[in-house]
């Protein structure tokens, strides 16, 4: 195996610490081009469809890209902006502001960075880019609140690949999901009665879940469960009762039954039942992207007010709002704990140097 090399390595590097936030992944582009490649990279990942490869294969390449990257790229332009996605431009701003925050605690041999696990920029690029920088302990933190197999689980397979090929790896550390951490319960907490100080209530508030189907509940994935419980846990700390609120599951793709009950088929029938007014949170979303912008705050708004609703307002994802970042930064120091930061000492440097036999020979 040719494994991959560390072409900036120097001995006289300063060990760091890495913290790495990935999210989902977004197209180069708006177009249809761009989103073929990001659906076929997506999509070929087994963790996000669990059918036999070879069956999926021909559906994916026969039917699938050869139809979904032009609908996409339609959705994805009514969101684009002029820097890009909104997903990675939130992302960017959530490591920037992360870096910050956390160097101003630790240091300078603190290093922040983000990934995407489809799409650019990839976890293969920023980790190699980490470890050229003199990260030796690399602490991982996908942006997905609520743990699943097809996410969260498809990015630890993404790392574990990556480091198959590294002659030098990292001591590592891997969030697995944050759904019932004070830090981020607080954060979206505060949105929500921010949100609410400002438009007033409505009768009913939504929190909608990206969904999966239902088989992989089925099959032991604990990511239904784990929606429920965020839903119920914020329910508390807003004081709601049970008539308040709803959990649903939006996002399905396919003709197998997914976790239920949809928000779509949700929105469209509340007003029949009387509900004119709705707020809608996605609480599984760090960031606002092409699910949350197009799908609930353009596409069901749609369905809820062409059923008869009245008032429909999305509330938005934390994105980089200060209590978010405050959020991330306290989840982050909770599982470095029991890692030094390495200082700056340029004798301790110096004496590693001299002490490499190639160095002396050289």
């Known amino acids: 195996m040719q494994y991959q090399n560390q072409a900036a390595f120097s001995h006289q590097q300063d060990d760091k610490v890495g913290v790495l936030i990935t999210n989902l992944g977004t ?32 559906i994916l390449n026969g039917v699938i890209l050869r139809i979904r990257p032009k609908r996409s790229a339609h959705a994805y332009q009514q969101v684009w902006t002029e820097d890009g996605s909104p997903l990675l431009l939130h992302t960017r701003a959530q490591a920037e502001k992360l870096e910050r925050t956390l160097k101003e605690q630790w240091g300078n041999n603190l290093v922040v960075d983000y990934a995407m696990r489809y799409g650019n920029p990839s976890i293969t690029s920023v980790v190699d880019r980490m470890l050229n920088e003199g990260v030796r302990k690399l602490l991982v933190l996908p942006l997905y609140p609520q743990y699943s197999a097809s996410t969260t689980a498809s990015t630890f397979d993404a790392l574990a690949a990556d480091f198959t ?8 550390r891997f969030i697995t999901s944050y759904m019932d951490n004070d830090a981020y319960l607080e954060a979206m907490t505060a949105s929500i009665e921010e949100h609410w100080r400002e438009h007033g209530r409505a009768e009913k508030l939504i929190f909608s879940y990206h969904g999966v189907p239902l088989r992989y509940l089925h099959n032991g994935d604990p990511y239904h469960c784990q929606c429920l419980k965020t839903t119920r846990l914020l329910a508390e700390r807003l004081g709601l009762q049970t008539d308040q609120y709803l959990t649903t599951f939006q996002s399905r793709f396919g003709r197998e039954p997914w976790l239920q009950p949809y928000t779509d088929e949700t929105l469209k029938a509340l007003p029949s039942q009387g509900v004119k007014s709705v707020q809608v949170v ?16 353009i596409e069901n708004r749609g369905y809820f007010m062409d059923a008869g609703g009245e008032r429909y307002e999305y509330i938005p994802a934390l994105n980089d709002q200060p209590v978010h970042i405050d959020a991330l930064s306290r989840i982050i120091n909770q599982h470095l704990s029991g890692w030094e930061i390495p200082q700056t000492d340029i004798e301790a440097r110096q004496q590693r140097f001299s002490a490499c036999p190639h160095n002396r020979k050289a």
């Open 27 to 58: 197209p180069d582009a708006p177009d249809t081009p761009s989103l073929r490649r990001y659906l076929k990279q997506f999509l070929s990942d087994p963790r996000v469809v669990e059918v036999p490869r070879v069956l999926w294969w021909l």
């Open 165 to 172: 090929q590294r002659r030098w790896m990292p001591e590592l």
């Open 282 to 297: 996605c609480p599984g979303f760090s960031a606002d992207c092409l699910e949350t912008i197009e799908e609930i705050g």
